[in-house]
């Protein structure tokens, strides 16, 4: 939705003002209807006041399968484009994709086609099923390629939910232990520092430290607090910020355990991407444009950038995917043998099965590898807040008994 600044005539004489609409026509449309003959219209840049800060596309990726599998539904049972996209506008849970098709529903009542309806949603309609979309409608399948894009969004959710939940529970169970530790810090232990000064005498080295420990954590809770929030806003301005991006990617994909898992839902994800293009029959220089810019890992799209500047130059493709560390030789020699056959898109889809399968495999070793590592952790930490008071108790019980 954009803002628009208007100057025009009544009846009453000359009018300005501003107005919100999906397009410059529609605001011309409403101020006609309105009986207003504009003059002049200028449409508002963006400000950091006006403009949508949402991070990332607005819609949640299950909502959008569902949208795509019921759309190609209704446009197969004979609903126009026009009416399918009106039902579909009313009956989603996602407020985001229905503010969206209800723009592109007016764009359609318009006469304008779908591919350049949602072309001005980017944020809900990426690169790649804007593209696939113009395909099919060039090629008269529309209902088929929207049933195909349904499938690959819905492999591509599974995918990303395996590695989500993969990531969620150490996470979770991390984030559990912590809230532990600091409530036996802050709640439990001080009440046993009386008793310990009566006590007298030296306390064990693992008791001075729990108490040292509770102490700081009472003053300065505040800078653990701080500490953590800053974090989390590092990591986002990293995952945000294109030129500190590719190093982030390239930590993740670097790390242990974890990074071969993301290695191989990336790849997954852009054979599958590429795949979906070229049976398409999206030119390929233009689906390595576009696989550069969803693929979301920069690490990934920089080799898929010079794989385009590659295939340009009349070279092979895997060139630069055979230098470099992230492209295992199964996919270079797969992509070659698919070059060679003209079969290239049956070929990354099968490349991108196999890394499906492999996140699954993976994601289901690691939770039965991560369970008792964490229950261990969190273990040793509660057990030695626990052993650092008893341990003094147990020598006043022995003493008592003397």
Known sequence: MARFKYTGRDRRGKKAGTMNAGSRREAM????????????????????????LSFGNPVKLQHFVIYLRQFATLIKAGVTIVDATGILAVQTESKGLKKALLAVEQELREGNPYSEAIFKHKKIFNSMFINMVKAGEASGNIDETLEKLADDFEKQHETRQKVVSALTYPAAIGFIAIAVVIFLLVSVVPTFVTMFDDLGGDLPAITKFVLAASEFMQVFWWLIALVIISIIIVIIYLNKNKQ????????LLKMPIFG????KAALARMMRTLSSLFSSSVPILQAMSIVEKVVENEVIS???????ISLEKGRSMTEPMNNHWAFPPLVTQMISIGEGTGALDAMLSKIAQFYEKEVEASTDR??????????????????TIVAAIMVPMF?????FQQ
């Open 29 to 52: 449309t409403k101020l006609k209807e309105d009986g207003i003959r504009v003059i002049e219209m200028t449409e508002i840049p963006e400000t950091l006041m006006t403009k949508d």
């Open 244 to 251: 500190t991006k590719y190093y982030f990617d390239y930590f």
């Open 260 to 263: 071969s898992m993301l290695q």
């Open 302 to 308: 920089k080799v898929i950038r010079e794989s385009r």
């Open 366 to 383: 690691l939770k039965s590898l991560i369970e008792p590592i964490m229950i261990v952790m969190l273990a040793i930490l509660v057990g």
């Open 395 to 399: 020598t006043m019980f022995d003493q």
